[in-house]
């Protein structure tokens, strides 16, 4: 699966947007880009994936550019809830292939 | 939505004990369920992926005798920490997927070895 980077930590403000980056330059064609967050002490939750394609669901928007080098995931309106470590993965779709974390990004939502 | 269901979500046991830990998919059939680890402050590490019916494949510097992992059912997959050290105290995850959709995830078990 490729490698991907993410930073360490951002910080945001309760009811604005928090844009969180990911750099995937290895990507394959048939590598799908995932999202999941952990919140202190609790298992991974899935935000969202895709493909080339930008995503939208209930919880967020994910912004693939072009060439699929990096992407954006993008949470519209923060609150305090939304403190969480963000893990950005990129791995081919499909079940029973394994899921590896990196180092995610540490997003801290304050009033 | 897929519910994975964790437990204990946290256990103190004495230094050369066992300690099993269950995951059950509470809705779907999980083919495949994963076991992670987790220390503080650190990013969730594979210890090893389990499909119904098989023998786990564990990933390197995994100790297979020491880390037993079961999944005789499509539901139901146990990890047995055996002879339990203090340097075994982690957080304990478990994933599973039914080999269509994603990945649903315990909430974890804390392991404390005293």
């Known amino acids: 699966d490729a490698k991907t980077t993410q930073p360490p930590s951002m910080d945001c403000a309760e009811g604005r947007a928090a844009n969180l980056p990911c750099n995937h330059s290895?990507?394959?064609?048939?590598?799908?880009v995932y999202w999941y967050r952990q919140i202190h002490s609790q298992g991974p939750q899935y935000i969202i994936h895709?493909?080339?394609n930008n995503e939208t669901n209930e919880m967020a928007s994910l912004i693939i550019t072009e060439d699929r080098k990096s992407s954006t995931l993008i949470l519209p309106h923060a609150t305090l809830r939304d403190t969480a470590v963000y893990y950005c993965?990129?791995?081919?779709?499909?079940?029973?292939?394994?899921?590896?974390f990196g180092t995610g990004t540490q997003l801290k939502v304050e009033l | 939505g897929a519910v994975v269901s964790q437990h204990p979500s946290w256990v103190i046991c004495k230094s050369g004990t066992s300690v099993k830990i269950e995951c059950r998919s509470l809705?779907?059939?999980?083919?495949?369920m994963f076991w992670y680890r987790q220390f503080p402050k650190q990013s969730l590490m594979l210890m090893a992926t389990?499909?119904?019916?098989?023998?786990?494949?564990?990933e390197q510097g995994v100790e297979k005798d020491k880390f037993l992992i079961n999944h005789a059912s499509l539901t139901l997959s146990t990890l047995t920490v055996t002879s339990a050290h203090p340097e075994d105290s982690s957080f304990y995850i478990c994933?599973?997927?039914?080999?269509?959709?994603?990945?649903?995830f315990g909430s974890g078990t804390r392991l404390t070895v005293v």
């Open positions: 809705d779907f059939q999980a083919t495949t």
């Open positions: 895709g493909l080339k």
């Open positions: 389990s499909n119904e019916g098989s023998k786990a494949t564990y």
């Open positions: 994933s599973a997927t039914d080999g269509r959709y994603g990945y649903t």
């Open positions: 993965i990129v791995r081919v779709a499909g079940g029973g292939n394994k899921l590896t």
């Open positions: 290895t990507i394959s064609g048939n590598e799908y």
